[in-house]
């Protein structure tokens, strides 16, 4: 595999086909929110588009999310689109080791200066260097060194977004974020415990189609996949407004899927598509499998409150005030100030979609 080729000469040698690459143009484009009109600007893009140079390198972290990315049972658009990246350094799943892997390293940074992605998993222990190495390096050091050639950085997973469950409370390493410690260069965060793979390789594919990385919100998120909470996309709101709860996971309400917001869900508090996108191939999501969202993608979830305590919001008037209200209107139902202060007025559903048929009859046509 050349790095000329393009990410169409890898998808079907890879045995996918035209109509395979275009659903997953169209399923990209849907689930970042785009117009069906810019389906065929991402397909020519990427039919375009040369295998960047990435380094991904992972520091205080469980190896989660690059599990999720390839820990598939089938070979998936998501992850075949890891093949038409560079992937030049890799600590999980490069062959290399040792002062090979360094050279490596050192090697896709001084071909690529100023060009390269950086995808960094896992948090940044600064309360000593000694904490978390790699050939002699420390964490901190290899970051702030790997990082002054990139050209735009991606904080995949809570740990590199904000610390995750290293920075919990005491945070005995000192871990901080990606974004707490480089600050002059663009940086999309990726949160979740783990992200959900299509999302990080929706964010892969906006930034080889537009060649920039996409719209943030507040706390460095992708609009596209985190602009809604949970609660407002949940299958299980129409039980909250009718104020159906399951009071135990295994009462009559949580048989007959009422909703979870008794037994700690902290989706009226979370940003994620989970609740569109889903995980496995869009098969499902922890509430559709009986759970309470812990909002895996917030900062500092560890430290939200206990994961089975409800959030303390009066009700009824807590969803108004949390989905299309003002801060004020729910300040005072939540638990924290902390959370309090994360809740906003966000945009209504914006997401589309187009069919493969139709993209294939304008190509056609
Ligand atoms: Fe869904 Fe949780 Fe909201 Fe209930 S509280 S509707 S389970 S997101
Ligand atoms: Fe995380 Fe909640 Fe989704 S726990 S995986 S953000 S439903």
Known sequence: MSKDDSLVDVLQRSGVSRRGFLKFCALTASAMALSPAMVPRIAAALEQARRPSVIWMSFQECTGCTESLTRSHSATIENLIFNAISLDYHHTLQAASGEAAEAAREAAMEENWGKYLLVVDGSIPVGNPGFSTIAGISNKDMLLETARGAAAIVAVGTCSAYGGLPHAAPNPTGAVSVADLVTDKPIVNVPGCPPIPVVISGVLTHYLTFGEIPELDELGRPMAFYGQNIHDRCYRRPFYERGQFAETFDDEGAKKGWCLFKLGCKGPVTYNACATVK???????????????????????????????????????????????????????LASGVLASRVKKRAKDQHQTVSVDDLEKGESS
């Open 279 to 333: 995980w496995n191939q869009g098969t499902s999501f922890p509430i559709e499998s009986g759970h309470g969202c812990l909002g895996c993608s917030e900062p500092d979830f560890w430290d939200m409150g206990g994961f089975y305590e409800a959030l303390s919001t009066p009700l009824p008037g807590f969803n108004e005030a949390i989905a299309y209200g003002t801060a004020a209107g729910a300040v005072a139902g």
